[in-house]
C-alpha cells in the first residue's frame, strides 16, 4: 500500500464568546472555497435554540479533533439536560404554527435549503473530511447524497395524502387523513454528518414536526452547519433545534421521558437503540431505529467477477468501512473464491493511505483509536482461528488512527468477525458449495439491514430477494442507498424507514372520521 507524505496539521480554532459566536453564525459564507481556518471559524460553536444560537446553560464546552491528526478543530457548547428541554421547550411552542403551515411554504424551505447547500458543498465536504477522516472525494459524495433528502422531501411536503370513500355499509363517509405526530426527537450517527442530519430533518420538517436534533459527541460541525443553512433561508424560529453534548444519555433521557416529545428517531447501535425503546415506551412514542447490521455479500459461482470485485470494493471500503450497510461477510462460492481474492488483494494493494484532505487518497483514518483497536482485534482473532492474511492487518504505521486496509480469506465459522460489525477496512471471505448453503450463511445473524447478491442467473436472483433476511439488497451493485428508497431493516437491525414515499409517514399519525349520511 501507498503512503502519502505526511499530513499538514489544520490551525485549531479558538474559543469565543457567545456574543462573537453568535454574532457570526449570523454571516453569509462565499460560495468560493474557504482555508479550512476559515470554515473552521465560520461553524457557530454555540447550541442553536429557538432561532438563536446559545451557550450552554453551564457554560461548558466539548472539543471536536480530527481524527487524522489527533488535533483539535474546534471547541463548542456542551448541553446540559437543562439545555435539552429549552430545546425541547421551543419545538413543543412552535408545534401548532409549523404543523398549519401551508406545505407547499414547508417545501420551500426545504427546497431554499438544498439550493442554499449546492452552493456551499465544498465547505461541507472539507468539513466532514475534517471532523470524521473521509476522503474529499467520498465527502463530496456525501454531499450530493444527503442534499437529496432536503429536495426529495421538499417535493413530498405536496403529497401528503389521505383517501375519501363510502363504508360498507352505506351508512356514511369514510375520510383518512394524516397529521403531523409532533415534536421529535433526532439523534444521529458519526459516520454519515450530513446525510443522517437530512434524512431525518428533512421528512419530519415536510410532514409539519418540529425537531429537536443531538448530533455524535465525534461530528457535531456538520449538523451546527446544517442548522446555520436553515437560518440563512428563514425557517421559523423554534422549528430546528440542535444540541451538542458530551453527555448523550443524561441528555437525552429527560427529553424522551418529557409527554411533550411524540417522536423518537435514532441511527446507531442496536444496544443502545435497545435502550432507548425501553425509555420511549413509557410514553408510548412513535420510533424509529435505524440500528447495526452484519451484511452479508454472496458471490455465486456464475457471477461476474469485475462486477463483483467493483461491487466489493464499494461495498466494504466506502467511508472506510464504517458504514451500516458496509459489507461484512464475503460468501463466495467456492469455485471463484480463490480468483476473487486475487482481484481483490491486487485492487486493496493499490490503495492510498492518508489525510482526507490530500490529493489522491482513498482510505483515510477511523473516528478514532478504539475504532482501530476493534478492528485489529477482529483480525487477529480471525487469523488465529485460521483465517489466510492476503494484504493488511495491521495498525497504519502513520500517525492518527489508521488501520491498513485489509483482506482475509478462509475465515473459521466461530471468528467474532463474522458476528460483529467490523466497522472498519477489513474484507473477510468464507465459502459455500450450493445455494442453500450461502442462504443459511447469511441469514445466521441477529441482524438484518441489507445483503449483496451477484448472480448472472436472474431466478437465482429472484429468490435471493425472497429468501433473505434483510430489508434491503443489492442485485450486482454494491451501493445501494438513495433519496427516493425505503432505507431500513428487519430483526436487529431496526425499525421503520427513512427516504423514499415511506420516509414521510414516520413522521405522520393517521386520523379516521367517519361522517354519516
Known sequence: MTLTAEPSTPESSLSKSAADEAALSKSSLSKSSLTESALLDSVPGLLYI???????????????????????????????????????????????????????????????????????????ALLMTLEMGKPLSEAAGEVAYGSEFLRWFSEEAVRISGRYGQNPEGTGQIVVSQRPVGPSYLITPWNFPLA?????????????????????????????????????????????????????????????????????????????GKVLIKQAASNVLRTSMELGGNAPFIVFGDADLDKAVEGALAAKFRNIGQACTAANRFIVHSSVAAEFGHRLTDRVNGFVIGRGTETGVTIGPLINDRAVDKADDLVQDAIARGA?????????????????????????????????????????????????????????????????????????????????????????VGVISNAAAPFGGVKQSGLGREGGAEGIHEYLSTKYTLIPN
Open 388 to 476: 489466510n492474511l492476503l494484504t493488511g492487518g495491521h495498525r497504519s504505521l502513520r500517525a492518527g488512527s489508521f488501520y491498513e486496509p485489509t483482506v482475509i480469506t478462509n475465515v473459521q465459522p466461530e471468528s467474532t468477525i463474522l458476528r460483529e460489525e467490523i466497522f472498519g477496512p477489513v474484507l473477510s471471505i468464507v465459502e459455500f458449495d450450493n445455494e442453500d448453503e450461502a442462504v443459511a450463511m447469511a441469514n445466521d445473524t441477529e441482524y438484518g439491514l441489507v445483503s449483496y447478491v451477484f448472480t448472472e442467473n436472474l431466478a437465482r436472483g429472484q429468490r435471493m430477494i425472497e429468501k433473505l433476511d434483510t430489508g434491503m439488497m443489492g442485485l450486482n
Open 196 to 272: 443522517m442530519a437530512t434524512r431525518k430533518i428533512a421528512p419530519a420538517l415536510a410532514a409539519g414536526c418540529t425537531v429537536v436534533v443531538k448530533p455524535a459527541e465525534l461530528t457535531p460541525l456538520t449538523t451546527l452547519f446544517v442548522a446555520k443553512l436553515f437560518e440563512e433561508v428563514g425557517l421559523p424560529a423554534g422549528v430546528l433545534n440542535v444540541i451538542t453534548t458530551s453527555r448523550a444519555s443524561d441528555v437525552s433521557a429527560p427529553i424522551i421521558a418529557d409527554p411533550r416529545l411524540r417522536k423518537l428517531s435514532f441511527t446507531g447501535s442496536t444496544s443502545v
Open 50 to 124: 429557538g432561532g438563536e444560537w446559545v451557550a450552554s446553560e453551564s457554560k461548558a464546552t466539548l472539543t471536536v479533533s480530527e481524527p487524522a491528526t489527533g488535533e483539535v478543530l474546534k471547541h463548542i457548547a456542551d448541553a446540559s439536560p437543562t439545555d435539552g428541554l429549552r430545546a425541547l421547550d421551543a419545538a413543543a411552542a412552535s408545534a401548532d404554527e409549523w404543523a398549519a403551515t401551508a406545505p407547499r411554504m414547508r417545501g420551500e424551505y426545504l427546497r431554499s435549503a438544498f439550493d442554499l447547500l449546492q452552493q456551499r458543498k465544498d465547505q461541507f
